[in-house]
């Protein structure tokens, strides 16, 4: 058959169209446009090992804590030299300890090793508490002869006394029993403060390891806090005495009561009646006698009131300086007066 032949127009246009369907047939098929993709928030950092010594500032005879967050595991360490026996605390790990009323003024360095994790290097973290000068005051009592110069019999009852104070100081160490900041026993003014150089009729030279506070007889004594009655019990010196176990190795004593109100074994919360006030043992009047001893260590009542168990979650501060100072806490505000 025959076939007229194209002409030259004709030609091209069939041509243009040939190139148009293969350059579609090149384009890949169209894709559905992704929603965006929702926002993440960065994961958090790791918190790195960190030191909180309370108080900055301390003076001989004063309590220490010494906090350490951001760790798996129990950490050891050293203040002044002396072994700090840190128990699991709010998240990380504390250690209650005290300072010498014998320590001269300077600077006192705390050391703590972090134990490793996952592979890692022990941390070492270093503080250092400025101790000043205490001031202690010096004072002259007059009590009866037979407390400076005691009967063979008088101290035969003085060593019992002093193995019964012993026994109640030998508790386990362990993870503290309160759930809040220490306060006063009772509000009452400061007769005789912590760290007294004392001489008794002349003689007898002794520091007072405690703090009096004012009271006529039978008016009530608290618990500075929760705890468990360790001693119950009258004493040649002390007169009638508890005393309550708070873990941590921390202790508060209650002297000279007129009567106790708690048995042995009591467990106790802050602000429960331990007592009565009195003048029992070796006193010059109706008083309360508080002490505390924290690590086998004697130390003033009112600057335990000031340490903050529970502070506020605080940053992790940079590797060159572990340290932080955290804010003080003080409940009640007896005043210091005249004996």
Do not use: Y
């Given at each position: 058959m025959y076939e007229r032949p194209m002409s030259a127009p004709?030609?091209?246009?069939?041509?243009?169209?040939?190139?148009?369907?293969?350059?579609?047939?090149?384009?890949?098929?169209?894709?559905?446009?992704?929603?965006?993709?929702?926002?993440?928030?960065?994961?958090?950092?790791?918190?790195?090992?960190?030191?909180?010594?309370?108080?900055?500032?301390?003076?001989?005879?004063?309590?220490?804590?010494?906090?350490v967050r951001g760790l798996t595991g129990l950490p050891t360490g050293t203040l002044g030299g002396r072994a700090l026996r840190f128990v699991p605390w709010q998240?990380?790990?504390?250690?209650?300890?005290?300072?010498?009323?014998?320590?001269?003024?300077?600077?006192?360095?705390?050391?703590?090793?972090?134990?490793?994790?996952?592979?890692?290097?022990?941390?070492?973290?270093?503080g250092t508490l400025e101790v000043i000068p205490p001031g202690y005051p010096e004072r002259e009592l007059r009590v009866a002869s037979k407390y400076v110069d005691p009967s063979k019999e008088l101290k035969?009852?003085?060593?019992?006394?002093?193995?019964?104070?012993?026994?109640?100081?030998?508790?386990?160490?362990?993870?503290?029993?309160?759930?809040?900041?220490?306060?006063?026993p009772r509000p009452a003014t400061i007769t005789a403060p912590f760290g007294d150089r004392r001489s008794f009729n002349g003689k007898l030279q002794s520091q007072h390891f405690g703090t009096d506070l004012d009271g006529a007889t039978g008016e009530p004594i608290l618990a500075a806090n929760d705890g468990v009655v360790v001693m119950t019990r009258e004493n040649q010196a002390a007169g009638n005495t508890v005393i309550i176990h708070h873990g941590g190795g921390l202790f508060t004593t209650y002297f000279h009561m007129s009567r106790i109100l708690v048995k042995n074994g009591a467990k106790v919360k802050q602000g429960d009646r331990l007592g009565l006030v009195g003048k029992t043992g070796r006193v010059t009047g109706p008083h309360l006698h508080w002490g505390v001893?924290?690590?086998?260590?004697?130390?003033?009542?009112?600057?335990?009131?000031?340490?903050?168990?529970?502070?506020?979650?605080?940053?992790?501060?940079?590797?060159?300086?572990?340290?932080?100072?955290?804010?003080?806490?003080?409940?009640?505000s007896p005043e210091l007066g005249n004996p």
């Open positions: 004709r030609l091209v246009l069939v041509a243009l169209l040939a190139t148009c369907i293969e350059a579609a047939a090149a384009q890949p098929a169209p894709v559905a446009e992704k929603a965006p993709a929702e926002p993440t928030l960065p994961s958090a950092p790791e918190t790195r090992p960190h030191l909180i010594l309370q108080p900055g500032t301390a003076k001989p005879g004063d309590p220490v804590l010494v906090t998240g990380g790990a504390m250690a209650i300890s005290g300072l010498s009323v014998d320590l001269a003024p300077g600077r006192v360095d705390v050391k703590v090793t972090v134990p490793a994790s996952r592979g890692a290097a022990p941390v070492e973290l270093t035969a009852r003085m060593e019992a006394d002093r193995r019964a104070f012993a026994i109640a100081f030998a508790q386990p160490l362990q993870a503290p029993f309160f759930g809040q900041n220490f306060a006063w001893k924290v690590d086998d260590l004697w130390v003033d009542g009112q600057s335990l009131l000031k340490l903050d168990f529970f502070p506020a979650p605080l940053a992790a501060p940079s590797p060159a300086s572990p340290s932080l100072a955290a804010p003080s806490l003080a409940h009640g």
